[in-house]
């Protein structure tokens, strides 16, 4: 079956940068367009971008637009969210999840994504 695993999550202060991976196996990754979300305590998971297939179609949620840059490798299954200028409010858990659409096209709704990662915390501290 689909497995993701996200890594990469910790603390950091506030304007600081962290890189997510998100480790997919068990499917053929070059086929799917891949998702981030987040959630923090208290709201609903949210979206955070998206890249597909092939890295020629990237979409941001507008509070991490050019803070936050995704990337992938498909020799490697991987997915990547760079962040950086890291804001108290990024502060939530990082999930990663496989798209159920078009492999060239990023939705945004939670519903158009199947398989999600265990999701990595991150923090950003003052």
């Known amino acids: 079956q689909v497995q993701l695993l996200e890594s990469g999550g910790g603390l950091v202060q506030a304007g600081g940068s962290l890189r997510l991976s998100c480790a997919a196996s068990?499917?053929?990754?070059?086929?799917?367009?891949m998702g981030w979300f987040r959630q923090a305590p208290g709201k609903e998971r949210e979206f955070v971008g998206g890249?597909?297939?092939?890295?020629?179609?990237?979409d941001y949620a507008d509070s991490v637009k050019g803070r936050f840059t995704i990337s992938r490798d498909n020799a490697k299954n991987t997915v990547y969210l760079q962040m950086s200028n890291l804001k108290l409010e990024d502060t939530a858990i990082y999930y990663c999840?496989?798209?159920?659409?078009?492999?060239?096209?990023?939705?945004?709704?939670?519903?158009?994504?199947?398989?999600w990662g265990q999701g990595t915390q991150v923090t950003v501290s003052s």
């Open positions: 890249i597909n297939w092939d890295g020629s179609n990237l």
């Open positions: 999840a496989v798209s159920r659409g078009n492999k060239w096209f990023v939705p945004r709704s939670r519903a158009d994504f199947g398989s």
């Open positions: 068990g499917l053929t990754f070059s086929r799917y367009a």
